[in-house]
Every structure is written in structure tokens, then in C-alpha cells.
């Protein structure tokens, strides 16, 4: 079985993205004799994001999905229940834009997410990491990524959140997903975030394969 597991590039001035970090760290994770993992970084661009998770279900032609982005005000690792369609950027993204409030194409009005994110939390928290399951996954790039995933693609498909851990001092950067909510700290590491996604990937494996065919 072949899982993709996307994050994101750094943004918001920002030098490092844990999403990605942490992604980088699980590819050179031994892998398991049964589960192959694909990966690819995303760009921080409402014109590049959802096109570039596409072409990568395109290049690695995986089984499952498991996207991944930064949330700055959460201490704990948070698989999503929900994708809306609903893209708002209150920060310009990598290529300057600022998007007004609106649909992110015509379709649903939101997809719930197609691995149960309840194994997912069981699985990282298993794996020794704090997780909890999120019902909101804001209306930034992380989330339209997720509804596009959703929204374009038959595959089992999940979104993690993980906190904006950073190898020196504290991001910068939070609001998108949470706006409103004060600042995190997250005791975790990156080597903490990638446990928590190689936990999450054999989830995935093992909820997929329990599928009808």
C-alpha cells in the first residue's frame, strides 16, 4: 500500500513550517514491509496548493492520503472531522494574495473526512503523543486542501493539523486556523510530530484495507 503525505512550505515570514519538517523527518523513517510512503511539500498559495496536492496524487498514484499543515494556537496533534468549502486568507499568502471570504469552488458545503479521525487520535496517542480530534479546520490553505482533496479524489483521505513547533524560539504565526485564540507553546518536538505521522499513515493503512473493495 502507498500513502501520500503532503505538508506545506514555510509562509507568513516565517524560516520553517512543522508540517513540512515534520513530513521530511518521516520520510527518513524506516518504512514498514506493507506501507510505502509517497510525500510532497506544498506551496503556501491559494492558486498552487490545491493544484499541486493534484498533481501529486497524479505522480505517485497513492492509495490513501494524509495531508498535513501547522496550527500556531494548538498544543496537541488534531486530525480534522470536516473540510468546508470555504477558502478566507486574513494573511497574504506566499505570492502576496489576500482572499476575501467565499466557496472555494461549487459543490458540497463541507465533506467529513474519510478516515475516521477518532483511530487516527487513538493511533498517535498510542505512539506516546497528545492528539485530540478537531472539528474545525479554519478556512485557510490547510483546509482547502483538505476539501479539494475531498472534493476531487475518491481516495481515503485525512488532514492532521500539528502544532507550530520550531527548532529555535516560537512561530510567529497561528491565527489562520484559530483566529481568536491565544498563542501555544507546544511542549512536542518535531521528532514528536513525525512519530505522530507514522502512527497516523498506519492508521490509514489499516482503515483503507478494512474497505470494501
Not at 506544498?42 to 501547522?70: I, K, Q
Not at 483521505?157 to 516560537?170: D, E, L, Q, W
Amino acid at each position: 500500500m502507498k500513502i501520500l503525505v503532503t505538508g506545506f512550505e514555510p509562509f507568513g515570514g516565517e524560516t520553517e513550517n512543522a508540517s513540512g519538517v515534520a513530513v521530511d523527518i518521516l520520510r527518513e523513517l524506516a518504512p514498514s514491509d506493507d506501507v510505502r510512503i509517497a510525500t510532497a511539500i506544498l506551496p503556501v498559495t491559494w492558486s498552487g496548493a490545491g493544484a499541486a496536492l493534484l498533481r501529486a496524487v497524479e505522480e505517485h498514484r497513492p492509495d490513501a492520503v494524509v495531508a498535513v499543515g501547522e496550527a500556531g494556537r494548538r498544543a496537541a496533534v488534531t486530525p480534522e472531522r470536516w473540510a468546508k468549502n470555504l477558502g478566507h486568507g486574513r494573511i497574504p499568502d506566499n505570492d502576496g494574495a489576500i482572499r476575501d471570504a467565499a466557496p472555494l469552488a461549487e459543490g458540497p458545503e463541507r465533506f467529513e473526512s474519510r478516515i475516521d479521525p477518532i483511530a487516527l487520535v487513538r493511533a498517535i496517542k498510542d505512539a506516546g503523543v497528545p492528539a485530540e480530534v478537531s472539528d474545525d479546520a479554519g478556512a485557510f490553505l490547510c483546509n482547502a486542501v483538505f476539501w479539494t482533496t475531498l472534493h476531487r479524489t475518491d481516495l481515503p483521505a485525512a488532514f492532521i493539523h500539528v502544532p507550530a513547533v520550531r527548532a529555535r524560539g516560537s512561530a510567529g504565526i497561528g491565527a489562520e486556523t484559530d483566529p481568536g485564540h491565544a498563542p501555544v507553546n507546544s511542549a512536542l518536538s518535531s521528532d514528536d510530530l513525525a512519530d505522530a505521522l507514522a502512527a497516523a499513515v498506519h492508521a490509514v493503512a489499516l482503515e483503507s484495507r478494512s474497505r470494501p473493495s
